[in-house]
């Protein structure tokens, strides 16, 4: 006779009962997605409205060198490249000595922007690291320039000058602007907080002077910011006008901006002859900036990274 052993009887946990659903939660959700996409694509419009608005500019200045004057004022409006171009440049080139004011004014600019990167760092430098005697006067002193107008020292400036026999020179030009007080505004207060003082004071521990402690510690960190002090210095002397129409009196030493000033006449004026000579004098700030700009753009990414 054999037996069977009864199997034990397994016990089945009942299903969790699901959480009730809160309808209020879920419609709170909802909006706030819906908030979140309206919000991403209001975003987007206005930098593609923002894009449009600063290109769009530049494309005008291409369409009015590719064309006529009666082409430019013709209407409804012309909104297409024209087939002018090169005879619009060719009108510039006998207008002016365009390639004798490009160099004149390359080498202001270079020579400005040079100067203006080397004196305004190492004051800067000096300012943010360093403690000498009146130190926080003489940044006071340097703040209280900004709300002096430029156009109130052209007179003084040109009475320097005269005194100094630089009238017609390109030193007129070069030794005003080789420093300026934002430069060394905008590099100091960069340098308070990218330059530790620990790798100052090591620099000096290791028996580094002033001037190898710039070069190797103070350059390196202020990379970024020299790059946008480059582009805005180099913009601003390749554009200046007033100045130099005032202390170059030497028609083979004018500058690019003087130069495009003259193609102008009380007679008429051929506008297409004007756009085609500003989109020449145009191309080389795009360069630079296009050269510049990726300097301090990787300085700001390797800062997003570190942080």
């Keep these: 006779m054999t037996t069977t052993q009864a199997k034990p009887l ?19 959700d909802a909006r706030a997605l819906k908030q979140g996409r309206v919000a991403r ?3 987007h419009l206005a930098i593609l409205v923002g894009v449009f608005l600063s290109i769009f500019p530049f494309y005008w200045l291409v369409v009015m060198a590719t064309n006529t004057t009666a082409e430019i004022f013709g209407y409804p409006p012309k909104l297409i490249f ?34 203006v990167m080397f004196f305004d760092s190492l004051a800067a430098f000096a300012f943010a690291k360093f403690d000498f005697p009146f130190r926080r006067s003489l940044f006071a002193v340097l703040l209280a320039t900004f709300m002096i107008p430029a156009q109130l ?23 005003p602007g080789a420093a300026n007080a934002f430069g060394i505004f905008l590099l100091r207060q960069l340098a308070s907080g990218a330059i530790p003082d620990e790798l100052v004071e090591a620099a000096r521990i290791d028996g580094a002077g002033f001037f190898r402690t710039y070069f190797l510690v103070a350059v390196p960190m202020l990379r970024g910011g020299l790059a946008f002090l480059g582009i805005f210095t180099f913009i601003g002397a390749w554009n200046d006008y007033v100045w130099p129409l005032i202390v170059l009196v030497d028609p ?19 506008y297409g002859m004007v756009m085609a000579g500003a989109l020449i004098s145009v191309v080389p700030l795009i360069g630079v900036f296009l050269i510049g700009s990726r300097h301090f753009i990787a300085n700001i990414a390797a800062g997003a990274v570190k942080g």
């Design 10 to 28: 397994e016990l089945q946990t009942p299903p969790r009962p699901s959480p009730p659903i809160d309808d209020a939660q879920a419609r709170r």
């Design 41 to 43: 694509i209001v975003t």
């Design 82 to 115: 024209g087939s002018h171009l090169f005879e619009n440049v060719g009108h510039v080139l006998a207008s002016i000595d365009l390639f004798g004011a490009l160099g004149n004014t390359l080498f202001v600019a270079l020579s400005c922007t040079v100067l």
């Design 153 to 175: 020292s052209l007179v003084p400036n040109f009475v320097v000058m005269s005194q100094l026999g630089w009238i017609g020179s390109f030193q007129a030009l070069i030794i």
């Design 252 to 270: 083979k030493r004018q500058t690019l901006q003087v130069a495009l000033s003259q193609l102008s006449s009380i007679y008429g004026t051929d």
